[in-house]
């Protein structure tokens, strides 16, 4: 009678050891968000609240698929009411402007949703290890993952593989259930998480397979059910439609992103760790991930439930991390993360080994089976315990939320910020002017917010060298008040001096000729090295409040080898200096964009429409006729010619409003 209680006890002590270690420094780092929050941030620009857009369930970015942008969509709904409940807010305006002023308690509701998901992954581990072999399974299966340092550390932030994680164990419980079971109900919940775990991201798409082969061990035991694998997939595949239904609806968008991500995940990332991938998944199992001592009980579990005991739930467990590994290994880009859903079937593996051989070392060594237990556990555990630790009286602010806290101490605002990747989350004009009107004049008028000519510097992960004309200091010799560059960014360039030799010439100008004003590095923040250079030959003047600076020198025109990228480049960095109210600058810098004629028409047009706008606001009207007859007489494709003809014509009419050709109407 008492002994169920106790259990079920231990279970919520369980949870709450989970939930604790998943929402304690939940906050961290906030307001700033540096590499996450992907699915927050799409889930917001289709609430409409985003820059100038409306309600649209279209998330128009396939790099993974969407469920979980609509948790958070959700999620951002809730936070509204709740807000709204509370006086907080009173509008969706006062929303939209907290957003923009403070967005910690936006982020805080994301990662809350991720903690959950975290937690419920931990009783998801427990129901599978209660298939297995009991509560003496489940409770101390459930026990690691509750603890595992990896999975509480990515259960604070907003990504999308803890949700995977808990979708991938839901599939593989009920494929254990198939086996004991095969009724239509297991095949039906098998196939609806698996499919909502391939709607997370595209990786669950190979839990089919322990679906498929519980299905097979099930029909070879009872010859029962042979129509239901066949249900199975028809519910995978309708709730992975119904949950990302844009792939099918906007199929060339997804065609396009799921491509893009294709080939990242070919390609990798530049100056990453060149181990081969299979050595590296090793080496994280053993290490960041499980730690040596739970990766050997879990492999020594599988092998004594699958090859001496040749169990059939060890069959059903290993089938997807074997195939997983095998193809996240083909893959150049590799990341811990990925193998985040390997936790609990590590777990599971260890736990299920512990209790099979806790009486016979109980007996040896004359203690209770369930000391064994707990010893074993321990052992386990140990590495994860640890880091745990040190985390906690380790914990220190980012170093890009201290650069970013220095800028807005000691830098004016106005003044020109070049930046690095990674670097602080710096509030940029562009920021400001991308904000619909109703935000933007309420955050404008907010004195305590400092914006500044912020410019970045482009990085590309999958073909890095096309940014080298960007990496050329005279270009920003002439215009910048400060250039912060960042380790993450420049110690990639600095492993191949001959492949980057102009980036790397960038860094050696910038450190013998600019001032090196401050630097943060690992002794007093995680996060990357951040060094802020402040140019000598501007004394306190910042960049807005300058006579009229030039356009100034500009990259060199090569050959783009991601066509739009330079065009970007030059509309970002010639709208910096348009919403200045440097508009005959600004005129130059879009003309020079437009000698790079390899990009595609529709970013050619921008940059077209910017040099004309700029032109005839600042009054060289002939000048802009003059741009509009080059790119009639020497245009880069038909369209060109046709757009140059009919804004010269609207251009030339004296009836012709004057705002048609600046907007391109």
Not at 340 to 367: D, F, G, I, T
Request: glycine share 6%; net charge positive.
């Amino acid at each position: 009678m008492f002994a169920p209680r106790r259990t079920w006890i231990v279970v919520l002590a369980l949870v709450a050891l989970a939930l604790l270690l998943r929402l304690r420094g939940i906050d961290h780092g906030l307001p700033m968000v540096y590499e996450e929050a992907y699915p927050f941030k799409k889930s917001w620009e289709m609430w409409g609240w985003g820059a100038k857009k409306q309600l649209d369930f279209n998330p128009h970015f396939f790099n993974y698929p969407t469920l979980f942008f609509y948790v958070q969509f959700l999620g951002q709904g809730l936070l509204y009411l709740i807000l709204k409940a509370r006086g907080v807010v009173e509008t969706a305006l006062d929303f939209r402007v907290l957003y923009e002023l403070d967005k910690t308690p936006f982020y805080l509701l994301g990662r809350g949703i991720s903690a959950l998901c975290g937690v419920a992954t931990v009783l998801a581990t427990l129901a599978c290890g209660r298939r297995i072999g009991g509560f003496a399974v489940g409770i101390p299966a459930a026990a690691l993952v509750a603890v595992n340092h990896m999975h509480v550390v990515k259960s604070r932030v907003i990504e999308v593989d803890v949700p995977l994680t808990l979708c991938s164990t839901l599939c593989i419980l009920y494929a254990l259930r198939i086996v004991e079971q095969p009724s239509r109900r297991n095949y039906l919940l098998a196939g609806l998480w698996g499919g909502l775990a391939t709607s997370t991201k595209y990786s669950g798409a190979m839990l089919a397979l322990p679906i498929v082969l519980a299905h097979a061990i099930a029909w070879w035991r009872t010859r029962q059910g042979g129509s239901n694998v066949l249900i199975a997939g028809v519910v995978f595949a309708a709730a992975l439609f119904l949950t990302s239904p844009y792939i099918l609806l906007d199929r060339s968008a997804f065609w396009t992103g799921f491509n893009y991500e294709r080939l990242h995940m070919r390609l990798g990332h530049f100056g990453l760790d060149q181990t081969p991938a299979i050595v590296y998944y090793a080496r994280v199992l053993g290490g960041s991930l499980l730690g040596l001592p739970l990766a050997l009980a879990a492999l020594a579990g599988g092998l004594y439930a699958g090859i001496l005991r040749r169990q059939a739930w060890a069959a059903v467990l290993v089938v997807f991390p074997l195939v997983y590994i095998a193809v996240i290994s083909s893959w150049s880009m590799k990341a811990e993360r990925y193998v985040l859903p390997l936790v609990p079937l590590a777990a599971l593996y260890a736990a299920a080994w512990a209790a099979a051989l806790a009486p016979k070392l109980a007996r040896r060594h004359r203690a209770a089976p369930a000391a064994a237990m707990v010893a074993a556990w321990f052992v386990c555990a140990a590495p994860s315990l640890a880091a745990l630790t040190r985390e906690a009286r380790s914990a220190r602010a980012d170093t890009r939320t201290l650069a970013y806290e220095w800028i807005v101490a000691h830098v004016p605002a106005g003044s020109m910020i070049v930046s690095e990747a990674y670097g602080p989350a710096i509030m940029g004009i562009i920021d400001l002017q991308n904000l619909q009107s109703d935000v933007f004049e309420v955050v404008n008028a907010r004195p305590e917010i400092k914006v500044y000519a912020l410019v970045a510097l482009p990085m590309y992960q999958m073909l890095p060298e096309n940014s080298s004309p960007f990496y050329d200091l005279p270009v920003y010799d002439e215009r910048a008040d400060y250039i912060i560059t960042s380790s993450s960014i420049e110690s990639r360039y600095r492993k191949e001096p001959q492949r980057y030799a102009a980036h790397n010439r960038f860094y050696d100008d910038l450190q013998r000729t600019w001032r090196l004003e401050r630097e943060w590095g690992p002794a007093d923040g995680s996060g990357p090295r951040l060094a802020v250079f402040r140019n000598p030959r501007f004394a306190e003047v910042p960049f807005a409040e300058r006579p009229n600076p030039s356009g100034g020198r500009l990259p060199r025109i090569t050959r783009d080898l991601m066509p739009g990228s330079a065009a970007g480049y030059y509309e970002r960095l010639a709208f910096v200096y348009e919403a200045y109210g440097f508009e005959r600058a600004a005129a130059d810098i879009y003309r020079h964009g437009l000698l790079q004629r390899d990009q595609p028409f529709e970013l050619r047009k921008n940059l077209l429409i910017g040099a004309l706008r700029c032109l005839i606001r600042a009054g060289y009207g002939t000048e802009a006729l003059a741009v509009l007859e080059d790119a009639e007489r020497q245009p880069t494709s038909p369209a060109e010619a046709s757009y140059a003809t009919r804004l010269r014509q609207q251009l030339t009419t004296p009836a012709a409003p004057s705002d048609s050709v600046a907007t391109g109407r």
